[in-house]
């Protein structure tokens, strides 16, 4: 094999090296952040159950309460689809009406403050 061929195999070698690399970094990447997120899932989940033991026991309400409150917020958006849609949908700025981008407390484009709450989430 002439020298250029050998170069050009050791370059495609190395670039399959780095590419297998790569792709185990990547996997190995996806389940930490996957086991992050069931670990967060499941911490959530206890908290939420703490609040509502502690609101039955001590507020009064009931089950039957509990259903009717999530599917009302549920159908806010006119869809019965088990999710809240005003937490998932891009959030829009209350003053110029674009997209505020994920993470960013103002609008990029006029500076307005995005709206806070108490369960505004970076999306
Ligand atoms: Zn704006």
Redesign the pocket.
């Known amino acids: 094999m002439s020298g250029l061929g050998q170069h050009i195999e050791y370059a495609q070698n190395f670039i399959a090296q780095v590419d297998a690399q790569h792709a185990r970094d990547v996997a190995r990447e996806s389940a930490m952040s996957s086991d992050k997120t069931r670990k967060n899932t499941e911490r959530l989940y206890l908290v939420v159950q703490a609040m509502w033991e502690l609101l039955k026991d001590k507020a009064g309400l009931t089950d039957a309460d509990l259903d009717a409150k999530v599917q009302e917020i549920d159908m806010r958006d006119g869809r019965l689809d088990g999710q809240d849609s005003t937490q998932t949908d891009p959030m829009k700025?209350r003053?110029?009406?674009?997209t505020?981008l994920s993470g960013q407390t103002q609008?990029s484009?006029?500076?307005?403050q995005a709206e806070g709450g108490p369960f505004t989430h970076a999306r």
């Open positions: 700025c003053q110029c009406g674009r505020i609008c484009w006029c500076g307005a």
